[in-house]
């Protein structure tokens, strides 16, 4: 027996607030919940709840909530209980199924055996030897948009939290890139996804798990740490440069982008495209100003860049991207970096993280990801003239290897292409500010400062 949605919605209403991966923090709205589909293959019940979430101003979100239904209360899940209810025979206790080792197992399991139920689709991409059903999981506990349970260090399956109709560009590109062998991409091994009412969504990931990896992330952030305790040395002195790396992440995402060329179409912008990109720029800085008001002096130097970019009469080569490549995304292993998180830009729709784009958008995030790795110990030891020295020195000289790897892979340098570099750069860099001011406002002189250096540049075309 399970649970109905009217004894459901209130233990979810509260419950849904404190996740991480709910977006809806702080607004105002209502939440119904519905059931998807039972999982097979699960013991005690595991059912597929959606959360449909209205907002106030009208607008909606769909979240998975995968819930497992126990009669008796659980002190080990405890940490996840969404709430108890009532039915008559005693209280049934309600937990968020992806932390019940009990039933995880199902997931792989249906995956291995492609069950198809009236609204599931489970698919293998692999050999039933590669889905690890024997394996405990164990949900990752780094801060994440969606969820995601390792299976020993076999496997790791990234369940969607927010659910849009369409394709998942994450899934799209890892079975496309897989089967290409794509060195710089984590192999699909299995998806998961459902249809309802004529709607098509995708719920879920398994991927081969990459042992011994650590995020570019940590990685530049130990390297500027050995920089800093040693404030009187150039970066390529201090121990831990971290410039090789930077120089073969910079060949790893020139190769990646290769293979999503060829794996996906590729086109070149007509001016009317590329206007319409500088537009939303535009549009992009111009609500930025109503968040971030630092923004005001830099703006005019900005809007001139962005002007400067719609005005370029080289041709634009469009094609898929990666969408939100920063150094969180990518991942060091002993043999090589691996891209990971091919789901594009967080907040923009699924059909528009799609959109073939421009490589240079991709790279401007990495560039970007340096100057934050290089700067981010500024926010903690306060403004150090000779740390901030330092940080400068640190940024460029990984940007520039980042570049130099990326152009020796992709015979043809980005730096060429300044102004429309610049443009992508400042752009994220201005998503950056509001992002900093909602979330992180001691970081937010990072993107502040670099788009003071990007507005003062003479636009030289
Ligand atoms: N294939 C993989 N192998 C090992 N760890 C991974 C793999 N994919 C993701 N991770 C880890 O999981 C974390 C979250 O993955 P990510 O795809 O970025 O999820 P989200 O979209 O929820 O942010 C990463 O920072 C990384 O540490
Ligand atoms: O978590 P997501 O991948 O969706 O990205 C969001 O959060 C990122 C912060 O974790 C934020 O990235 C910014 O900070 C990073 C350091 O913490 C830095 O490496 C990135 O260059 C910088 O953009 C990202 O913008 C945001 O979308």
Redesign the pocket.
């Known amino acids: 027996m399970s649970a109905s949605s009217e004894q459901l919605r209130p233990l979810v209403q509260g419950w849904l607030p404190t996740q991480r991966w709910f977006a809806g923090k702080g607004r105002a709205g209502t939440v119904d919940v519905v059931p998807l589909a039972v999982l097979v293959a699960a013991s005690p019940e595991v059912t597929i709840w959606t959360a449909r979430v209205t907002y106030d101003d009208g607008s909606i979100e769909v979240y998975q909530l995968p819930l497992v239904e126990r009669d008796a209360r659980d002190e080990g899940l405890d940490h996840v209980l969404v709430g108890a209810y009532e039915d008559g025979d005693g209280l049934r206790w309600i937990y968020d199924a992806l932390h019940d080792k009990d039933v995880t197992a199902a997931w792989l399991v249906n995956i291995r055996d492609e069950v198809r139920t009236d609204r599931l689709r489970f698919t293998n991409h692999a050999d039933a030897a590669d889905i690890p059903v024997d394996e405990p999981s164990l949900v990752l506990t780094a801060e994440q948009?969606n969820t995601s349970l390792m299976y020993a260090d076999k496997a790791i399956l990234k369940v969607f939290r927010r659910l849009q109709p369409g394709v998942n560009p994450d899934i799209e590109i890892h079975a496309a890139l897989s089967a290409r062998g794509a060195r710089h991409v984590a192999r699909l091994l299995g998806s998961v996804a459902a249809e309802v009412d004529g709607e098509h969504f995708e719920l879920a990931m398994l991927q081969e798990f990459m042992t011994t990896a650590t995020d570019g992330?940590e990685l530049a952030k130990k390297s500027v740490l050995d920089l800093m305790a040693e404030g009187d040395l150039h970066a390529e002195e201090a121990g831990g440069d971290f410039a090789g790396e930077a120089e073969r992440l910079g060949a790893a995402v020139a190769e990646v982008h290769a293979d999503l060329a060829v794996a996906f179409a590729t086109a070149t912008a007509t001016p009317e495209e590329v206007r319409d990109r500088a537009d939303t720029m535009h549009a992009r800085l111009e609500y930025a100003l109503s968040v971030v008001p630092e923004l005001q002096d830099v703006a005019p130097g900005l809007h001139a860049l962005f002007n400067a970019f719609a005005e370029l009469r080289d041709p634009l080569p469009v094609q898929r991207i990666h969408g939100?490549l920063?150094?969180?995304?990518v991942l060091r292993t002993v043999h090589r970096w691996v891209i990971i998180?091919f789901e594009g830009e967080?907040m923009a729709e699924l059909s528009a993280r799609r959109r073939p784009d421009s490589t240079l958008r991709d790279i401007a995030?990495m560039l970007?990801?340096f100057e934050?790795?290089g700067h981010?110990r500024l926010i903690e030891t306060g403004y150090v003239p000779q740390l901030a020295y330092r940080a400068n020195e640190w940024a460029e000289r990984n940007r520039d290897a980042f570049c130099t790897g990326y152009a020796e892979s992709a015979q043809h340098d980005p730096r060429e292409q300044s102004v429309a570099l610049r443009a992508f750069e400042a752009d994220?860099a201005v998503?950056?500010a509001v992002?900093e001011s909602r979330h992180r406002p001691a970081w937010l002189p990072i993107p502040l400062a670099s788009l003071s250096r990007l507005a003062e540049t003479e636009v030289v075309r």
């Not at 920063?326 to 995304?329: A, F, M, P, S």
């Open positions: 948009s992330w939100d920063h150094l969180g995304q998180d967080p995030g970007r990801s934050y790795a981010h994220k998503y950056e992002y």
